[in-house]
């Protein structure tokens, strides 16, 4: 079975403190996404990494970064959280083919923010 | 740009009914993948299945079905004889392929989201 975990499943922060969401897939895949989900909006794609090292902005990058050392892991950053980013964060993680093929993501549990 | 309407934001039924989720996509793509998730109140987003955009054979998994029409675009999500487990939020999602990957990856756009009741 794929195994998606994620730091914490809840996280209180402050305005202007650095945040760090950390994100571990067990299964080798080289793909990884983060995204946010808030209600009535659905889930938008922050940052996605294809490879270690890599990553490439989503829809919604603007006040987050991302870091990807090892490919098992996929972190996002909030450099200064804000009130506007209080949300739930999904990690996700699927296997890249070359040929196009397109592999199912499979998501961690979440992580339900709340800057203060 | 893709999307993905669900027009339903809620539906409550009572357990045993049937029920059937719409989604209806758009995209210029001609090769493209939909899904359809589950996000039970726990939170975490549960795959149920993928469905290419060359097979349009529906397909039954147990008390799930989905039907696959191309030329209404629609991937429409059918349970039958819900259970109270079956109350959750469904997500329907569409593939769209990645710009800065060369062609080989994607990324998912999603629906808004449905969210089923089954009451006892």
């Known amino acids: 079975d794929v195994k998606v975990t994620q730091s914490s499943r809840y996280l209180v922060k402050r305005t202007g403190e650095k945040v760090f969401l950390e994100c571990v897939q067990d299964?080798?895949?080289?793909?990884m996404f983060w995204y946010r989900q808030d209600p009535g909006l659905g889930l938008r794609l922050i940052y996605f990494?294809?490879?270690?090292?890599?990553?490439e902005k989503g829809d919604i990058p603007e006040g987050y970064s991302v870091s990807r050392e090892k490919k098992e892991r996929f972190s996002l950053i909030l450099e200064s959280a804000s009130t506007n980013q209080t949300s739930m964060y999904l990690c996700?993680?699927?296997?890249?083919?070359?040929?196009?093929?397109?592999?199912?993501?499979?998501f961690g549990p979440g992580t339900r923010l709340l800057v203060l | 740009a893709q999307k993905v309407t669900q027009a339903q934001t809620e539906i409550s039924v009572v357990e045993k009914e049937d029920v059937t989720l719409d989604c209806v996509y758009e995209?210029?793509?001609?090769?493209?993948?939909l899904f359809w998730y589950k996000q039970p109140p726990s939170g975490e987003l549960v795959f149920l299945i993928r469905?290419?955009?060359?097979?349009?054979q529906n397909e039954i998994s147990g008390r799930y079905s989905w039907n696959f029409q191309k030329s209404t675009s629609s991937f429409n999500f059918t349970i039958t004889a819900s259970q109270v487990v079956d109350s959750a939020v469904y997500f329907c999602?569409?593939?769209?392929?990645?710009?800065?990957?060369?062609?080989?990856?994607?990324?998912?756009?999603f629906g808004k989201g449905t969210l089923l009741t089954v009451n006892p």
């Open positions: 299964m080798d895949h080289e793909n």
């Open positions: 469905r290419n955009s060359f097979d349009e």
């Open positions: 999602a569409l593939s769209e392929i990645l710009q800065n990957s060369g062609g080989s990856n994607y990324k998912l756009t």
């Open positions: 995209t210029r793509d001609t090769t493209y993948y």
């Open positions: 990494s294809y490879d270690v090292k890599m990553k």
């Open positions: 996700a993680s699927s296997l890249f083919y070359a040929s196009g093929w397109q592999e199912t993501q499979y």
